[in-house]
């Protein structure tokens, strides 16, 4: 049994800061990629930003130099620091992890349920 716990998320102001933390528990062998993906009312979930286990990452345009993805292997947390947040960046932040739950498993994406993020003055 796997499980990914977000926090962090809430009502900040525009212009403020959000730091979003994604933890993975359970039977787990190793973490590939880790990501945050984000889904505004009545629009598609998108890829914010996603980050190897070698620590390579990739961003969304839209939060290009605000957004700044990280993790901490050693406690299988991913971590999503936001800055400069804007109203159109209010949404439902989604963690994912690709992982092995043991050696000889398949790679396998895990979600979790979910952090709400609001930007209103």
């Known amino acids: 049994q796997v499980q990914l716990v977000e926090s962090g998320g809430g009502l900040v102001q525009p212009g403020g800061s959000l730091r979003l933390s994604c933890a993975a528990s359970g039977s787990i062998f190793s973490i590939n990629a880790m990501g945050w993906y984000r889904q505004a009312p009545g629009k598609q979930r998108e890829l914010v930003a996603g980050?190897?286990?070698?620590?390579?990452?990739n961003y969304a345009d839209s939060v290009k130099g605000r957004f700044t993805i990280s993790r901490d292997n050693a406690k299988n947390t991913a971590y999503l620091q936001m800055n400069s947040l804007k109203p159109e960046d209010t949404a439902v932040y989604y963690c994912n992890a690709d992982l092995l739950t043991t050696a000889w498993s398949p790679v396998f994406r895990y979600w979790g349920q979910g952090t709400q993020v609001t930007v209103s003055s």
């Open positions: 980050i190897t286990d070698g620590g390579s990452t």
